[in-house]
């Protein structure tokens, strides 16, 4: 793409926001201050993905756009996931086992 040289700008930043935002993620659940199974580690990854995956695109990088974009929709996929509800399961049927109709 033949872009002016503030909208390449532009999407040099927008790739800084997504490398940060995924070294971010990456810390804080390296840290535990993150839960990977959580809302916010997921945002970050997603939020990420989106602007490692625009600027790739852009920069005519493809093959790093395909892995943001595996990268993306898996944290939709786990994004909304989370959002159902997972059935509740009773604390004395998890100590049971399988029940018999004998």
Known sequence: MNLSPHL???VDLVGWVGSALVVAAYILVSNNRLSPRG?????LNV???IC?????FIH??????????VWLAVGLYVLLR?????????PSDACQG????I
């Not at 809302?39 to 945002?43: I, K, L, M, N």
């Not at 493809?62 to 943001?68: C, D, I, M, R, Y």
């Open 8 to 10: 390449m700008l532009i």
């Open 39 to 43: 809302v916010p580690y997921q945002a």
């Open 47 to 49: 939020g990420g993905g």
């Open 52 to 56: 490692l995956m625009a600027n790739a």
């Open 60 to 69: 005519h990088a493809l093959p790093s756009a395909l892995v943001n974009l």
């Open 82 to 90: 989370g959002l159902k509800p997972i059935p509740k399961q009773h």
């Open 98 to 101: 399988p029940r018999s109709n």
